[in-house]
């Protein structure tokens, strides 16, 4: 089983108040959760409401299939016109026993 996950660092586009980062971040995890079928938590900057740090994380049989989910994963980002990706860094896919 291999196991890998992202760390991805947001700036929220025209977002004024907490309530409409979390309009927008809840927005952004269930469409992410819905395309790629991956585990989402907004995971830090929690009352920042320009700012989101998401972590997400994937289970494969495979490694290779694994990098390539998380390399779409990156362009799913960067082609969003309500977010910013400021940082995004993938921890090192592992075998787990």
Not at 13 to 32: C, D, F, N, P
Not at 63 to 92: K, N, S, Y
Request: aromatic share 4%.
């Amino acid at each position: 089983m291999h196991v890998v996950a992202l760390r991805v660092e947001l700036r929220i586009r025209g977002a004024r108040s907490l309530k409409e980062k979390r309009h927008t971040v809840k927005s952004v995890i269930s469409q992410l959760t819905a395309t790629f079928r991956v585990a989402v938590a907004e995971v830090d900057d929690l009352d920042k409401w320009q700012r989101a740090t998401l972590g997400v994380a994937a289970v494969s049989g495979e490694a290779g299939h694994l990098t390539r989910m998380m390399h779409a994963i990156e362009r799913w980002f960067h082609q969003r016109q309500d977010v910013e990706v400021l940082a995004i860094a993938a921890t090192p896919v592992e075998m787990v026993p």
